[in-house]
């Protein structure tokens, strides 16, 4: 099984809202990460977490707060967002931190529309 | 330059053509290599992984890498048109500093197969 699962799949929400994306692995990755991902551009890196500790960020904006609760799951929590930022917002999982021999593993990515 | 370079196309092929699908790279560090399949507004799907140089074969797929060219390629041997999709290279350096947990992709290549 090499299934990341990602919920919502589809999210529309004004610039006053908060909401939250969450991923799901079950297959003992140790590392995860959220990327963001515009129509015809390849993923770009958001936030990178390792044994549950935030590893990276890429000086990602504050209304993007990412949690890792524990070594299956990874939340994005969403506040005051601008319509610029939707896009498709895809999880991966890899054993360990890509570098370090392991391929990733992504899921099907939440499509995201603020209004 | 980018670190990866990735013709983004589009690629149109007749049903049971071969399909090669390149990128080259700048970083001499990069050792491990993926590529993805990521049909319309859906997650990437990891199609090969490899570590070294030299083939590797899947099915209809065949992942190339030539470390010294720093030259990939993937070949799709009797293209079906379900194999229309975006085609992303990825690579990951073996350098343990700051690339460590960071994936570098190409821009994708947009295939179509037509019947």
């Known amino acids: 099984d090499t299934e990341v699962t990602q919920t919502p799949k589809h999210l529309v929400m004004g610039m006053t809202n908060k909401k939250s994306l969450k991923c799901e692995q079950h297959m003992g990755h140790r590392a995860m990460y959220w990327y963001k991902q515009k129509a015809k551009k390849p993923p770009e890196l958001m936030f990178v977490?390792?044994?549950?500790?935030?590893?990276i960020n890429e000086s990602v904006p504050s209304r993007f707060s990412p949690e890792c609760p524990n070594s299956s799951l990874l939340n994005l929590h969403l506040h005051a967002l601008q319509p610029e930022d939707s896009a498709l917002y895809l999880c991966a999982s890899s054993h360990r931190l890509v570098g370090a021999n392991t391929e990733a593993f992504f899921g099907q990515g939440t499509r995201l529309t603020v209004v | 330059q980018k670190e990866v370079e990735q013709d983004p196309g589009p690629l149109s092929v007749p049903e049971g053509a071969i399909v090669s699908l390149n990128c080259t790279y700048s970083?001499?560090?990069?050792?491990?290599f993926m590529w993805y399949r990521q049909y319309s507004r859906k997650g990437p799907e990891l199609l090969m992984y490899?570590?070294?140089?030299g083939n590797k074969e899947d099915g209809r797929f065949t992942a190339q890498v030539d470390k010294s060219s720093k030259y990939i390629s993937l070949f799709i041997r009797d293209s079906q048109p379900s194999d229309s999709a975006t085609y992303l290279c990825a690579m990951s350096s073996a350098d343990r500093g700051s690339t460590l947990g960071r994936l570098y992709f190409g821009r994708g290549t947009q295939l179509t197969v037509w019947p």
């Open positions: 490899t570590y070294s140089s």
């Open positions: 977490y390792s044994y549950e500790k935030l590893s």
């Open positions: 970083n001499s560090a990069f050792q491990y």
